[in-house]
């Protein structure tokens, strides 16, 4: 007997991509009314539960969809300098679009977010709290968005749009899930947050193929920069 899990059609793989997205921001939904700034992360949690359950199921595991042990030290050595980039892409996307936003009058970051003061404005000079959303930018943000968004997302509509040009397959499959992660910051972030976030998530999308399906670096990097925006406003850093 094989122990390869059998080849998902597209029609299943669209449906748990868009049960997923609905399962997701339906239960957020729900749990904005009783526990607002931490409504993402239990999401993710609940959400990631179900899919790795899917996955059990259908003999595919997260270890397949990059979470994976690295070969060799050749392997291992090559995450630090993917992680480095990763970084400098994620910070580089804020940064630039943020500014060419700004430019093109869609928002002004001269005005503070009232979402980001509302669900993070008791950080600063408050170890507990910021050590807390240390844990989770780390735990939540580097690891569980990453499984969510990159491997679970854009392995399901890989094989969804497989019947189309391999080239438009790739990025609607890189695309959709970056809207759904953009979307997801929206609600405390507003515009900026959903399209800065929304090309961060494109970036993010194409450094998981690039980087052959490994998750490790992403984690990383989306991890470490959860850190460096923490411990800038635990220090009331303006950066």
Not at 62 to 68: D, F, P, Q, S, V
Not at 111 to 125: T, V
Not at 185 to 207: D, K, P
């Amino acid at each position: 007997m094989s122990d390869t899990p059998p080849p998902i059609r597209p029609r299943e793989a669209l449906a748990a991509f868009l049960i997923a997205v609905i399962f997701s921001i339906t239960l957020k939904a729900g749990l904005d009314q009783i526990v607002w700034k931490f409504a993402g992360p239990i999401t993710l949690i609940v959400t990631l539960g179900l899919a790795t359950l899917y996955l059990h199921r259908r003999g595919e595991s997260w270890r397949e969809l990059g979470l994976r042990r690295l070969g060799g030290w050749k392997s291992i050595l090559l995450v630090a300098p993917q992680t480095l980039l990763g970084i400098v892409a994620i910070l580089g996307t804020g940064v630039g679009v943020t500014a060419g936003g700004e430019a093109l009058g869609l928002w002004s970051t001269d005005l503070p977010s009232e979402g980001i003061e509302a669900r993070w404005g008791d950080i600063q000079g408050n170890l507990p709290v910021y050590l807390l959303w240390l844990a989770l930018g780390w735990i939540s943000g580097g690891l569980f968005e990453e499984l969510f968004f990159r491997a679970f997302m854009i392995s399901r509509l890989q094989r969804a749009f497989s019947g189309l040009p391999k080239a438009l397959a790739t990025g609607l499959a890189i695309l959709l899930p970056a809207l759904v992660f953009g979307y997801g910051h929206f609600y405390y972030q507003g515009l900026r947050g959903l399209v800065v976030t929304g090309m961060i998530g494109v970036v993010l999308g194409v450094l998981y193929l690039v980087y052959k399906r490994n998750l490790w670096p992403l984690i990383l990097a989306h991890a470490l920069v959860d850190s460096l925006a923490f411990t800038a406003m635990y220090l009331d850093l303006d950066i």
